[in-house]
């Protein structure tokens, strides 16, 4: 930790002292992340779902939503029946499935990025405002925190939806809301721990106001835990957002949401199982990957598991 | 015998013996039901599944529609007479019939004129005892079917013979009285619960004269029933009725396959193919009395122009609706009554699928860049399978005319009452499943100017149909209804105010040692007369 | 009392802290309950009709019956009042009070939980230590690799696989239910294992067990997976630290060393993960019911939001938070007791 006199410091120098060590953190932090292999094929198999979800229009072989009236639940290719157009089969309406699946990548990341994001941006405010003020606010914010961890998430975010009325965007707002505790608990916390340390302290003596104490000086060094937590959370969204799915209060049909797709494909379970099996692997290997990550980061980022 | 009467002791008794430790000899049929029962009163529900478990197997009506048809037959009353004006029904009671003796239960007088007028004014006077009987009690059909406003009086002439006295006269009154909310209770199992305090057990507890007795109910798991020794139609074949409640079709389906159950309803479309390939399974089929619909709004420009909703409904490719949604369990629908039902009008020719037409139709009447919207309801229909999927099979179609469609949908409830709206934005779909066979219950209720607002979710109001209608509606010659029925769906087709989709075929998988089991047109399940080999 | 005892007065003055936190909080869930059902959209009574419809004046008239004609304010008061003596309302559907109902289906969950958990601890925590002690071997790797992969898995396809495996493929287990369809006895706990044994039919407990199989795997797989990576964690922290390293150097046999000292402090933090995940539980059993048509809350609970049963949603989401927040209060408390530094923050 950098050491500072509490009087008369350069906030310049202080800026670009910063600036290096965060170099020099990126740098032992990779170190310490790609020792984790797991976390190295994770991120690998993550960038490619990247590649995936962006380029989806160009490597998709079929328009998601096209229905080929004259194939309908026709398996994959190595399968009996298969066509070689079709390489992991059709749906019920003849729609392809490797198609749905590729768009459906856009739809999963998608989720991911936005729910994280939301409940980031939530979370990190409430959190800083509780932990920096204190008093009648932080108790009424943390109040309203165990409120929402009073019920299970899959439970509310459900009730939630019903509300909302069933849809994507509703789901998100709805798993968003309540992933966000978490980061209001982790960001107060930290906010907490890092309020009165000598570095604080000094920036305030020196005169900056409480949002540039809030943002620019307290929140950089509580980041390692939130950013470990918003890849789980991560994880969690595209699970929940597929459990809603499935429950029929995500995204609706014909979106090619993989949890919506294995609602749909539920009453064939019997007859065609590619149609259940291939969506629920990709959310297990998606967010499998995730989850490696994740793995990794904690590893690289958390310094007492960084020694053992 | 003696396997009779220990399983009556046990049953009777406070400790529930074990119904297999009885011995082999009593044959239980299974029935994996769909879903559970709300209750077991059944004029309190209108849902199919709570009849299932509740009118079908533990109650009896005044009539009954004679098994696999639609016909009516003497059920508890044993002939009626009708007044000439049609408003003086007369019911003669049968004689020596027994309700069940249960666990709860035990009945010290046979059933008489006192159990119809209980199950009646119940629903009838709002100052009777039992209007209001357990916490948000509704006459659900009973209201629906207008019986408030029908029925003047019910009047008890002696012992076995009850007069029913009607405001107006009504050609389909005796078909009503078949129906589920029409069932008999006992009058001297509700004096008993009234006594003990305890009233809602009438809906959780139920008394009846059919031919299965009450036993147990687990909730959202098991409903136990034992054939009624005393049945005045005669003792069962099988001595247990079992529904096994399983919400998830494909489920419902391995159970089957398992032998964990016998015979199940709505098997996935999907695995239809798969059934009827199976050698240890017997698959049923019947035609369902139903009609699947799209309802344009005939209020709503440009869909007010009968041309437009013709053109329209050029651009439906039904055979693609009928394999994509019904997978096989279906038929094209051209009129909006079931070919099953009397006064069917098979003259009538379809809408051709044709999209160059359906565009040249929409160009001459004068509509361009026409985008609108189709409703596609949230839930699984016996008419409709999957409302979403057919949606967008249309969506797709109606493009390739020019026209684009937006689907959108609501929670159920929602749904049903915002499709009312005469300023609905959109045509929706929707459908329906007839109650009592009479076509009036398709005409009259979906299409006539009445229900504008209402149940006719095409806010059509068409004179000529109308005068067809109500024509028929009082006519009692069954032969001049038929022509005027006939004549209307002439009158629907050329105004097209629906695009009519399908009929679908309902299927019934059962175990090949199952007989006896006969299907319900009103897509009732019914257990009476069903025999199970060893 | 609190002079002569003063370890036992910090203990109730934890205890009565946390008592005192969990009053605001049951407040607020009693109006985030309230206020869900009042803004659900949609309608029971349409629902109810079905596409035969109702007339808007019964309609109203209905309604006004169940007290939804009143302003807001009232029907909270209200609800407060007939919650705090009990009432939780009517179901819709059924016409039956809404606890009765719970407490009726609540033992097929419990039953369900309950050997969920126990199948997450009895193979988590050996995995987990196993793991720990053989860092860096293959079995660990194995074993971590296995655990992340039930911590990724969407446990509702990971049951229809199951199902489509066990029952339909190999026909060993049953589809759904609790028990086989052939055994009958009175529901003394309603706990179909303790239930079965209690009735004394010759196979209703092998019926009763092999139907709940399948489902408790499913629902046993995220706590499992979380059980087994947090022991393995803990018991690498212990086995850091000085004490465990010095009871190494003192020449204590490895055996020793893992179970007394380092297991002893490992599993401090590894029951209090097991009380969070009640939680993921409850949550895990709405899905995991749904697939198995199991009579449990969850199901119930998914059920009467679709159909709209307001009452029965409202009941549901309070009880079952009440019983989220009893379990970490137990836990808290445990955690309290076993690690006596806490009490004081």
Redesign the interface.
């Given at each position: 930790m950098t050491e500072i006199t509490p009087n008369g410091v350069d906030t310049a120098a202080l800026d670009k002292e910063s600036r290096n060590a965060s170099r020099a953190m990126l740098a032992e932090f990779w170190y310490y992340f790609s020792q984790n292999k797991?976390a190295v094929v994770g991120l690998a198999i993550f960038l490619a779902l990247v590649i995936v979800a962006i380029c989806a229009p160009l490597i998709a072989p079929h328009d998601p939503?096209l229905?080929y009236?004259d194939s309908?639940?026709t398996p994959p290719v190595w399968q009996e029946g298969g066509k070689a157009a079709f390489l992991l089969g059709t749906d019920?309406?003849?729609r392809d499935i490797l198609s749905r699946l590729i768009f459906g990548a856009q739809y999963s990341l998608f989720i991911g990025v936005i729910v994280v994001g939301i409940a980031l941006a939530g979370g990190i405010t409430l959190g800083l405002i509780a932990g920096y003020v204190g008093g009648m606010v932080d108790t009424l914010i943390m109040?309203?925190m165990?409120?929402i961890?009073?019920?299970?998430?899959?439970?509310l975010a459900?009730?939630?939806v019903?509300?909302l009325?069933?849809g994507l965007t509703n789901a998100m707002i709805a798993i968003a809301l309540v992933l966000q505790p978490h980061f209001v608990r982790l960001t107060r916390a930290a906010v907490m721990a890092e309020r009165n340390r000598d570095y604080v302290v000094a920036a305030r003596v020196a005169g900056a106001g409480h949002l540039r104490l809030m943002v620019k000086t307290i929140l950089p060094n509580c980041l390692a835990p939130l950013i470990v937590q918003a890849t789980l959370s991560f994880?969690s969204a595209i699970?929940d957002a597929?459990?809603l799915g499935?429950?029929?209060m995500g995204a609706?049909?014909?979106t090619p949401e993989w949890?919506t797709m294995?609602a749909e494909a539920?009453?064939?379970?019997?007859?065609?199982?590619w149609v259940?099996?291939f969506?629920?692997l990709a959310?297990?290997i998606t967010?499998?990957a995730?989850?490696?990550v994740g793995?990794g980061l904690r590893d690289a980022l958390d310094p007492?598991?960084k020694?053992? | 015998m003696t396997i009779q009467k220990t399983l009556k002791a046990a049953l009777l008794g406070a400790s529930l013996a074990v119904i297999a430790a009885t011995g082999a000899s009593a044959k239980t049929l299974v029935y994996c039901s769909e879903g559970s029962p709300e209750g077991f009163d059944p004029a309190l529900y209108t849902s199919g599944t709570t009849f299932d478990a509740s009118s079908k197997p533990v109650y009896n009506r005044l009539v009954e529609f004679k098994r696999g048809t639609t016909e009516v037959l003497p059920g508890l009353a044993e002939s009626w007479d009708v007044s000439e004006d049609g408003l003086e029904y007369t019911f003669h009671l049968r004689k020596g019939v027994k309700f069940h003796t249960t666990g709860f239960f035990t009945p010290t007088r046979e059933f008489n004129a006192d159990d119809v007028l209980f199950s009646f004014e119940r629903q009838l006077k709002k100052d009777n005892p039992w209007h209001e009987y357990t916490q948000g009690a509704a006459w659900e059909y009973f209201d629906s079917m207008s019986m408030p406003s029908l029925i003047k009086e019910i009047v008890k002439v002696d012992d076995y013979t009850v007069k029913f006295v009607l405001n107006r006269p009504e050609a389909p009154m005796i078909a009503n009285l078949a129906m589920d909310f029409a069932s008999i209770f006992s009058a001297e199992y509700a004096a008993q619960l009234d006594a003990a305090g305890k009233k809602e057990m009438l809906n959780q507890e139920p008394v009846g004269t059919g031919p299965f007795s009450f036993v147990g109910y687990q909730k959202d798991a098991v409903i136990r029933y034992q054939a009624f020794a005393d049945y005045w139609g005669g003792k069962q074949p099988i001595d247990n009725l079992i529904f096994a409640i399983t919400t998830d079709a494909a489920v419902r389906l391995q159970k089957l396959k398992a032998g964990e159950c016998n015979v199940m309803p709505y098997p996935a479309p999907a695995d239809i193919a798969d059934i009827k390939a199976d050698s240890n399974l017997t698959m049923m089929e019947q035609q369902g009395l139903n009609v699947g619909y799209l309802a344009y709004n005939t209020k709503q420009a440009p869909f007010d122009k009968p041309e437009v909703r013709k053109a329209l409904n050029h651009a439906i490719n039904k055979q693609a609706i009928l394999d994509a949604v019904f997978q096989g369990s279906g038929q094209a629908a051209k009129n909006p009554i079931p070919p099953t039902m009397w006064s069917y009008n098979d003259a009538i020719e379809d809408d051709a699928f044709d999209l160059d037409l359906a565009k040249k139709m929409l160009e001459e009447a004068g509509v361009k860049d026409l985008s609108m919207k189709i409703w596609a309801m949230p839930v699984q229909r016996p008419y409709n399978p999957n409302a979403r999927r057919m949606a967008e099979v249309m969506q797709a179609d109606f493009a390739k005319i020019g026209v684009t469609v937006e689907i959108v949908s609501y929670e159920w409830g929602e749904y049903l009452n915002r499709s009312k709206a005469e300023d609905r934005d959109g045509a929706v779909l929707l459908g329906w499943t007839g109650d009592n066979g009479d076509p009036d219950n398709f005409l009259g209720v979906l299409l006539g100017c009445d229900g504008v607002g209402g149940s006719n979710r095409a806010q059509w109001c068409n004179k000529d149909f109308e005068d067809l209608i109500q024509k028929a509606k009082v006519v009692s010659d069954k032969a001049e209804r038929t022509k005027l029925y006939e004549e209307a769906q002439v009158v629907f087709k050329k105004e097209a105010p629906w695009a009519t989709i399908a009929h679908s075929v309902v299927f019934m998988p059962m175990s090949s040692k199952v007989s006896g089991y006969v299907m319900d047109p009103l897509g009732g399940h019914w257990f009476d007369g069903v025999d199970i080999a060893e | 009392m609190a002079a002569s005892s003063y370890p036992g007065y910090g203990m109730l003055r934890f205890l009565l802290s946390r008592i005192g936190l969990l009053i605001p909080t049951f407040f607020g869930v009693t109006l985030v309950a309230f206020s869900f059902i009042r803004l659900l959209p949609g309608d029971p009574l349409e629902l109810l009709a079905g596409e035969r419809g109702i007339d808007p004046a019964r309609k109203a008239e209905l309604m006004a019956k169940m007290g939804f004609d009143k302003p807001q304010w009232q029907q909270y008061m209200d609800y407060l009042v007939n919650v705090l003596h009990g009432d939780l309302g009517t179901s819709f559907a059924s016409k039956k009070p809404v606890l009765t109902e719970f407490l009726t289906l609540f033992p097929a969950t419990a039953e369900l939980a309950f050997c969920a958990i126990i199948i997450a601890v009895c193979l988590g925590i050996p995995a987990g230590i196993f793991a720990a002690v053989k860092r860096g071997s293959v079995s660990d790797q194995a074993i971590m690799g296995t655990a992340l992969v039930g911590y990724s898995m969407p446990i509702f396809w990971w049951g229809l696989l199951l199902i489509i495996l066990f029952s339909g493929i190999l026909q060993w287990t049953p589809v759904s239910g609790r028990i086989s369809l052939m055994y009958f006895f009175p529901q003394v706990t309603g706990f179909m294992l303790i239930d079965s044994l209690l009735s004394g039919q010759k196979g209703a407990f092998t019926s009763a067990l092999s139907h709940l199989i399948l489902p408790s795997i499913v629902l046993a797989t995220i706590p499992l997976a979380v059980i087994a990576r947090q022991t393995r964690s803990a018991m690498l922290e212990v086995l850091g630290e000085d004490y465990v390293r010095t009871a190494r150097a003192k020449g204590l046999p490895p055996r020793r060393v893992i179970g007394l000292h380092a297991l002893r402090n490992a599993l401090i933090p590894v029951i209090t993960t097991i009380g969070l995940q009640v939680g993921v539980l409850l949550a895990g059993a709405i899905l995991t019911e749904t697939i198995f048509s199991w009579p449990g809350i969850g199901k119930w609970l998914v059920d009467s939001i679709s159909r709209r049963d307001y009452f029965v949603v409202q009941g549901g989401l309070l009880l079952i938070a009440a019983i989220i927040m009893i379990v970490n209060l137990i836990v808290d408390l445990l955690y309290g007791l076993v690690n006596p530094r806490i009490r004081h923050t």
């Amino acid at each position: 930790m950098t050491e500072i006199t509490p009087n008369g410091v350069d906030t310049a120098a202080l800026d670009k002292e910063s600036r290096n060590a965060s170099r020099a953190m990126l740098a032992e932090f990779w170190y310490y992340f790609s020792q984790n292999k797991g976390a190295v094929v994770g991120l690998a198999i993550f960038l490619a779902l990247v590649i995936v979800a962006i380029c989806a229009p160009l490597i998709a072989p079929h328009d998601p939503s096209l229905q080929y009236r004259d194939s309908f639940l026709t398996p994959p290719v190595w399968q009996e029946g298969g066509k070689a157009a079709f390489l992991l089969g059709t749906d019920a309406v003849g729609r392809d499935i490797l198609s749905r699946l590729i768009f459906g990548a856009q739809y999963s990341l998608f989720i991911g990025v936005i729910v994280v994001g939301i409940a980031l941006a939530g979370g990190i405010t409430l959190g800083l405002i509780a932990g920096y003020v204190g008093g009648m606010v932080d108790t009424l914010i943390m109040r309203v925190m165990d409120i929402i961890l009073a019920f299970p998430s899959l439970l509310l975010a459900l009730v939630l939806v019903a509300v909302l009325g069933p849809g994507l965007t509703n789901a998100m707002i709805a798993i968003a809301l309540v992933l966000q505790p978490h980061f209001v608990r982790l960001t107060r916390a930290a906010v907490m721990a890092e309020r009165n340390r000598d570095y604080v302290v000094a920036a305030r003596v020196a005169g900056a106001g409480h949002l540039r104490l809030m943002v620019k000086t307290i929140l950089p060094n509580c980041l390692a835990p939130l950013i470990v937590q918003a890849t789980l959370s991560f994880s969690s969204a595209i699970l929940d957002a597929a459990a809603l799915g499935f429950l029929g209060m995500g995204a609706q049909p014909p979106t090619p949401e993989w949890g919506t797709m294995l609602a749909e494909a539920r009453e064939f379970i019997l007859r065609a199982w590619w149609v259940v099996t291939f969506p629920g692997l990709a959310i297990l290997i998606t967010v499998l990957a995730i989850n490696l990550v994740g793995d990794g980061l904690r590893d690289a980022l958390d310094p007492k598991l960084k020694r053992s | 015998m003696t396997i009779q009467k220990t399983l009556k002791a046990a049953l009777l008794g406070a400790s529930l013996a074990v119904i297999a430790a009885t011995g082999a000899s009593a044959k239980t049929l299974v029935y994996c039901s769909e879903g559970s029962p709300e209750g077991f009163d059944p004029a309190l529900y209108t849902s199919g599944t709570t009849f299932d478990a509740s009118s079908k197997p533990v109650y009896n009506r005044l009539v009954e529609f004679k098994r696999g048809t639609t016909e009516v037959l003497p059920g508890l009353a044993e002939s009626w007479d009708v007044s000439e004006d049609g408003l003086e029904y007369t019911f003669h009671l049968r004689k020596g019939v027994k309700f069940h003796t249960t666990g709860f239960f035990t009945p010290t007088r046979e059933f008489n004129a006192d159990d119809v007028l209980f199950s009646f004014e119940r629903q009838l006077k709002k100052d009777n005892p039992w209007h209001e009987y357990t916490q948000g009690a509704a006459w659900e059909y009973f209201d629906s079917m207008s019986m408030p406003s029908l029925i003047k009086e019910i009047v008890k002439v002696d012992d076995y013979t009850v007069k029913f006295v009607l405001n107006r006269p009504e050609a389909p009154m005796i078909a009503n009285l078949a129906m589920d909310f029409a069932s008999i209770f006992s009058a001297e199992y509700a004096a008993q619960l009234d006594a003990a305090g305890k009233k809602e057990m009438l809906n959780q507890e139920p008394v009846g004269t059919g031919p299965f007795s009450f036993v147990g109910y687990q909730k959202d798991a098991v409903i136990r029933y034992q054939a009624f020794a005393d049945y005045w139609g005669g003792k069962q074949p099988i001595d247990n009725l079992i529904f096994a409640i399983t919400t998830d079709a494909a489920v419902r389906l391995q159970k089957l396959k398992a032998g964990e159950c016998n015979v199940m309803p709505y098997p996935a479309p999907a695995d239809i193919a798969d059934i009827k390939a199976d050698s240890n399974l017997t698959m049923m089929e019947q035609q369902g009395l139903n009609v699947g619909y799209l309802a344009y709004n005939t209020k709503q420009a440009p869909f007010d122009k009968p041309e437009v909703r013709k053109a329209l409904n050029h651009a439906i490719n039904k055979q693609a609706i009928l394999d994509a949604v019904f997978q096989g369990s279906g038929q094209a629908a051209k009129n909006p009554i079931p070919p099953t039902m009397w006064s069917y009008n098979d003259a009538i020719e379809d809408d051709a699928f044709d999209l160059d037409l359906a565009k040249k139709m929409l160009e001459e009447a004068g509509v361009k860049d026409l985008s609108m919207k189709i409703w596609a309801m949230p839930v699984q229909r016996p008419y409709n399978p999957n409302a979403r999927r057919m949606a967008e099979v249309m969506q797709a179609d109606f493009a390739k005319i020019g026209v684009t469609v937006e689907i959108v949908s609501y929670e159920w409830g929602e749904y049903l009452n915002r499709s009312k709206a005469e300023d609905r934005d959109g045509a929706v779909l929707l459908g329906w499943t007839g109650d009592n066979g009479d076509p009036d219950n398709f005409l009259g209720v979906l299409l006539g100017c009445d229900g504008v607002g209402g149940s006719n979710r095409a806010q059509w109001c068409n004179k000529d149909f109308e005068d067809l209608i109500q024509k028929a509606k009082v006519v009692s010659d069954k032969a001049e209804r038929t022509k005027l029925y006939e004549e209307a769906q002439v009158v629907f087709k050329k105004e097209a105010p629906w695009a009519t989709i399908a009929h679908s075929v309902v299927f019934m998988p059962m175990s090949s040692k199952v007989s006896g089991y006969v299907m319900d047109p009103l897509g009732g399940h019914w257990f009476d007369g069903v025999d199970i080999a060893e | 009392m609190a002079a002569s005892s003063y370890p036992g007065y910090g203990m109730l003055r934890f205890l009565l802290s946390r008592i005192g936190l969990l009053i605001p909080t049951f407040f607020g869930v009693t109006l985030v309950a309230f206020s869900f059902i009042r803004l659900l959209p949609g309608d029971p009574l349409e629902l109810l009709a079905g596409e035969r419809g109702i007339d808007p004046a019964r309609k109203a008239e209905l309604m006004a019956k169940m007290g939804f004609d009143k302003p807001q304010w009232q029907q909270y008061m209200d609800y407060l009042v007939n919650v705090l003596h009990g009432d939780l309302g009517t179901s819709f559907a059924s016409k039956k009070p809404v606890l009765t109902e719970f407490l009726t289906l609540f033992p097929a969950t419990a039953e369900l939980a309950f050997c969920a958990i126990i199948i997450a601890v009895c193979l988590g925590i050996p995995a987990g230590i196993f793991a720990a002690v053989k860092r860096g071997s293959v079995s660990d790797q194995a074993i971590m690799g296995t655990a992340l992969v039930g911590y990724s898995m969407p446990i509702f396809w990971w049951g229809l696989l199951l199902i489509i495996l066990f029952s339909g493929i190999l026909q060993w287990t049953p589809v759904s239910g609790r028990i086989s369809l052939m055994y009958f006895f009175p529901q003394v706990t309603g706990f179909m294992l303790i239930d079965s044994l209690l009735s004394g039919q010759k196979g209703a407990f092998t019926s009763a067990l092999s139907h709940l199989i399948l489902p408790s795997i499913v629902l046993a797989t995220i706590p499992l997976a979380v059980i087994a990576r947090q022991t393995r964690s803990a018991m690498l922290e212990v086995l850091g630290e000085d004490y465990v390293r010095t009871a190494r150097a003192k020449g204590l046999p490895p055996r020793r060393v893992i179970g007394l000292h380092a297991l002893r402090n490992a599993l401090i933090p590894v029951i209090t993960t097991i009380g969070l995940q009640v939680g993921v539980l409850l949550a895990g059993a709405i899905l995991t019911e749904t697939i198995f048509s199991w009579p449990g809350i969850g199901k119930w609970l998914v059920d009467s939001i679709s159909r709209r049963d307001y009452f029965v949603v409202q009941g549901g989401l309070l009880l079952i938070a009440a019983i989220i927040m009893i379990v970490n209060l137990i836990v808290d408390l445990l955690y309290g007791l076993v690690n006596p530094r806490i009490r004081h923050t």
